[in-house]
């Protein structure tokens, strides 16, 4: 009798909770949307079927330019409020839960104006929120394009008319696209995925391959259109890694589509580039590959804005970083000291702030926070649990968090449960590098040698400054056979102790060998590069006096890329040395002015130039060594350039952050490089 009363009071229980997952709203958009392109506009007429309803109003979010048309619940016209983008639309009574209809008719514009040279690609979209257009249609998810109704379980059946030859994207699987006498209909079929579709449209050249389990397309513009076997190619490639890597890919396709303005999105079940970006040679191997990766984290495993965005970071090290490990291991040290030095340079010096606070890249600084040192947190765990159990609970938030929010207390449970960290310490982990801004800076002090009989002991110390972290970091000895000696020390406060044996004499001590903690790197370990003028405080823009004046405005769009709009451009004259001696100083081709001429003379004098080949336009970023920590960079027109020339290697100099040289010619990027740094407080090299 007792287990009866215990296996029906199990049944009650089972039973409550089935019904309680039952009465979620859940949503069945039938869309149908026509294209205006001259108008800037578009035409919706949208069924809304509601199943388990138990409230008594409905408030739907939509465009704010949009114009009411008409509104039925039920089949009925029906009284609605509509102010700021929201439509509330009280319900008749009835018995809940229950089925609920609505129509709404309406037009909406979209006339963003979009930028025609770009120069700064901090911000991804350029502000642009939605346009409908000749030249193509963007509408992001949150444009209000289709009424949104929060916090609901949604599908779509999607219908698309645009003028003929105007082909539509969106999320999901495609049912067709049929040309008419002179329209096309583009048909989408959308399953719940836990957020809304963006909608993409453009006169495409469409192609698919289905070799692979996931079929693959391209929506690229006719221009484009010799990318398509390309990228067709190297998606089928990522999609078939990140399975093996991550688990099913969660779309039932994957498309390239090319924006008509300078964009790198990733939606659910498709990737938006502008066609500059498409063509840039590595974009298939570099950017797709991180957009793919989305699939999984962003599109599959929704982000918890409330408590930060940890996507872009995990995404940075599955796709961009893993790339470079893949290639070697000294490839991947290589990364991992770029992300310090970008810290260093761009958040460090005062724009930074706690990981739960970032939620997406509005400038250098939040990328260096938001993605960078984010990537570098999923290494050190990885570092600290194993990559076996690593992977494996990447895998396990996925298969439970797909289509649901996850935050990054979603991660460290599943490394506690999953991959084994101690609970304890994951929290303390978690705390200090998700909820604290900062970084800590480390050097060795205090490095003795002594000899112990036949062997010698090496003692020291991890100096750490304020504000203390809480962490492992090895260290390797090298002595002078070569042979390494590695130990691991575990600073919490100012100051840790350590000591290793070895049967040789010391030859150089290494703190973080393999750059595997996420520090504050010194001054003397950061080399001067592009994204160290995009970080200036205080830059000085000088013009040479020989200079072409026809060739000012490529000045311009490199203030503009460098985040310096509108800065002045101080000629020859203007540049008083003694006003400008605290500055980061910038030159546009070589002053004739002794005292200008000598800054650039001296800076270059400690560098190696002879890694330029032939060029028609040099770009140069040196640490000044007369004026500590300022810097002073040079672009130089080789004489006979072409001003066509300078001015398109102007407007790529700020995608070539990290490197401190570069040679263009005909605006093609040739050599490339970073100055070599080989100071640094955690190496110690013994005296013979």
Known sequence: MRDFRLFFLLFLLCCAAFAGECSALTCRHDLNVELRPEAHSILVKDTLRLESVEIDSIDLIIAEKARMEELRVDGAPAEYSFESGRITVPLPPGATPRKVELLLSYEAVFDDSVPQEVANFDNPGFGVTGIVSGKGVFLPPDSGWYARLPDAKVEFDIRVVAPKGIYAVTAGELIGHTDEEDRTVSSWKTGAIGQGPALSAGRYVVHSNTAGRIPVMTYLLPDSDSLSETYLNASLEHLAFYEKLHGPYPFPKFAVVENFFPTGYGFPSYTLMGGTVLRLPFIPQTSLRHEIAHSWWGNGVLVDYDSGNWCEGLATYVADYLAREHVSAEEGRLYRMQILQDYATLAASGADFPLNKFTGRTSPSTRAVGYGKAAFLFHMIRQRIGDAPFWESLRQVFRERLFAKASWIDFRDAFVKTGGWDAQEAQAFFEQWISRPGAPSLKLQQVRSSKRGANRRVSGAIVQARP????????????????????????????????????????????????????????????????????????????????????????????????????????????????????????????????????????????????????????LVFADPRRTGRLTALLLPVPGAQRASVSAAAHKITHYGKYSYLAFSDGTVGTKGVWETKASPLIFEFSR
């Open 468 to 619: 203390f972290f809480d962490f492992r970091i090895n260290l390797a000895l090298t002595d002078s056979e070569d042979n390494t000696t590695g130990a691991e020390a575990h600073p919490t406060g100012g100051v840790t102790r350590f000591a290793i044996q070895t049967s040789k004499a010391p030859k150089k001590l290494v703190a973080d060998p393999g750059v595997n903690v996420f520090r504050l790197l010194s001054p003397r370990e950061i080399p001067a590069t592009v994204n160290s003028l995009k970080a200036s405080g205080n830059l000085a823009a000088i013009t040479a006096d020989g200079i072409d004046r026809e060739m000012l405005p490529a000045f311009s769009t490199l203030l503009e890329g460098l985040g310096r709009r509108g800065a002045r451009m101080l000629s020859e004259k203007e540049a008083d040395l003694r006003k400008i001696k605290s500055a980061d100083l910038l030159f546009f081709g070589l002053p004739r002015s002794k005292a200008l001429s000598s800054l650039l003379e001296l800076s270059a004098r400690t560098y190696d130039l002879s890694v330029f080949s032939e060029a028609d336009c040099l770009f």
